[in-house]
């Protein structure tokens, strides 16, 4: 049990940050300035940038290398990460976690009729038939925007670290992930001011940071286990 909770806490905090290494090989556009890696997930995320030419997972304003995944409404204020943590017990309804669950998916889905009873928030169905969050005072939230508002809280924490404005990410998603959640998850990005230069295998991303020093051919396994995940994913690695 101990080896497989380091082992999920190290690849988690690492993911983010082999984006960033990946960048150059992953992403066929022409990119000025920063680009950053995040980690998106089910229940923390991260943020990395490459300094020196490694990687570094960065703290956020409160000293911590992940971000819970939860945004929360109390009254006009709108909390994300450890401030929507700490007061999501007295305030149920109107904290959403676990929006990752969701994303791309329809509200007929079998995992979002799960979902509806692993949470206290509710969960309504949209005029195109996905499956969007809704707060006690009746407004909607796509899991994409919410999505976003985490997005938001990784790109701060990265602008404040480098000083200047970040345009560009690599954004991980499980290996499972169909075409319609990995879109979703771009265009959350693209709603937190980001330009998604790519979308990127968690499972692969985890494989380039072990490879990235390493000179001689073999194959790996990765496990990749979250919050919301528990895969492994078999991969051949060549040339480092």
Request: charged share 25%.
């Amino acid at each position: 049990g101990d080896f497989f909770f380091y082992f999920s806490m190290n690849l988690r905090r690492r993911l983010s940050a082999l984006t960033v290494a990946g960048v150059r090989s992953y992403s066929t556009q022409k990119l000025d300035g920063d680009v950053i890696g995040i980690d998106l997930g089910t229940t923390n995320s991260c943020v990395a940038v490459l300094e020196g030419g490694k990687p570094r997972v960065l703290e956020n304003a409160e000293g911590m290398r992940t971000t819970p995944s939860i945004v929360a409404f109390k009254g006009e204020e709108k909390l994300v990460g450890h401030a929507a943590k700490r007061q999501a017990v007295t305030n149920p309804a109107n904290t959403f976690y676990a929006a990752k669950r969701l994303i791309g998916r329809r509200f007929e889905d079998s995992m979002t009729e799960k979902h509806k009873k692993m949470v206290p928030y509710k969960i309504t169905r949209h005029s195109n038939g996905d499956a969007w969050m809704e707060d006690a005072n009746g407004k909607k939230y796509s899991p994409s925007q919410i999505g976003a508002f985490v997005l938001q809280k990784m790109k701060e924490t990265a602008e404040n670290h480098l000083g200047r404005k970040v345009k560009h990410a690599i954004v991980t998603v499980p290996a499972y992930f169909n075409d319609q959640q990995r879109t979703a998850t771009a265009d959350a990005g693209q709603i937190a001011g980001l330009n998604v230069a790519r979308i990127i295998n968690e499972p692969t991303a985890a494989a380039i940071a072990y490879g990235m020093d390493k000179e001689k051919d073999r194959v790996v396994a990765i496990y990749d286990l979250g919050g919301g995940t528990f895969d492994i994913s078999v991969l051949e690695i060549a040339g480092g």
